[in-house]
T-cell receptor, first 114, second 114 residues
């Protein structure tokens, strides 16, 4: 019930291409879905987040698409750049559980080739 | 406004020693979360604390691990009698009093048990 499944495990994209990372969840009580970006040796940094009352949220080159009925959400990175090379984690949390406690996906290692 | 501060950044302990990891939340944040990240894996929730209270420790191993967040000073994650399997990155996150879902992460402490 608490799992968040993320795919793919790794992704290689050419500069200027679109990177797509998918996540699926089981717990219907989840009501907040953030994406975090992590560079080697650093802590995760919040990239973008969505709540279930909207189906899409866009911030610059980053877009979250959310499908409540399918219990899936995805991150799209448009015009991918080498500087986007990092590990991306989807996550979910619920007000019914402890505060801002997050359940994370396993991560996607994105490599953008120049 | 300083971010979440964790120290030390790197910690080496011999098997059987104690490890103490410190986390100072962002100014104005009274909620602290600890996560563990094993190599090539996602982050796993360990414990959620507010000042002087443990709210949720469902992710903490039953033995050797403890956490506190005193009225004054940083939050401490303590691991007694460390074993090689404790080698991981430990991240602390904090969130504001009024839950908005967003949690800010520190840079982590990388524990190596030799």
């Amino acid at each position: 019930q608490q799992q968040v499944k993320q795919s793919p495990q790794s992704l290689i994209v050419q500069k200027g291409g679109i990177s797509i990372i998918n996540c699926a969840y089981e717990n219907t009580a989840f009501d907040y879905f953030p994406w975090y970006q992590q560079f080697p040796g650093k802590g995760p940094a919040l990239l973008i987040a969505i709540r279930p009352d909207v189906s899409e949220k866009k911030e610059g080159r980053f877009t979250i698409s959310f499908n409540k009925s399918a219990k899936q959400f995805s991150l799209h990175i448009m015009d991918s750049q080498p500087g986007d090379s990092a590990t991306y984690f989807c996550a979910a949390s619920s007000k019914e559980t402890s505060g801002s406690r997050l359940t994370f996906g396993e991560g996607t290692q994105l490599t953008v080739n120049p | 406004n300083a971010g979440v501060m964790q120290n030390p950044r790197h910690l080496v302990r011999r098997r059987g020693q104690e490890a103490r990891l410190r986390c100072s939340p962002m100014k104005g944040h009274s909620h602290v979360y600890w996560y563990r990240q094993l190599p090539e894996e996602g982050l796993k929730f360990m414990v959620y604390l507010q000042k002087e209270n443990i709210i949720d420790e469902s992710g903490m191993p039953k033995e050797r691990f403890s956490a506190e967040f005193p009225k004054e000073g940083p939050s401490i994650l303590r691991i007694q009698q460390v074993v090689r399997g404790d080698s991981a990155a430990y991240f602390c996150a904090s969130s504001p009093r009024n839950w908005e879902g967003e949690a800010f992460f520190g840079q982590g402490t990388r524990l190596t048990v030799v």
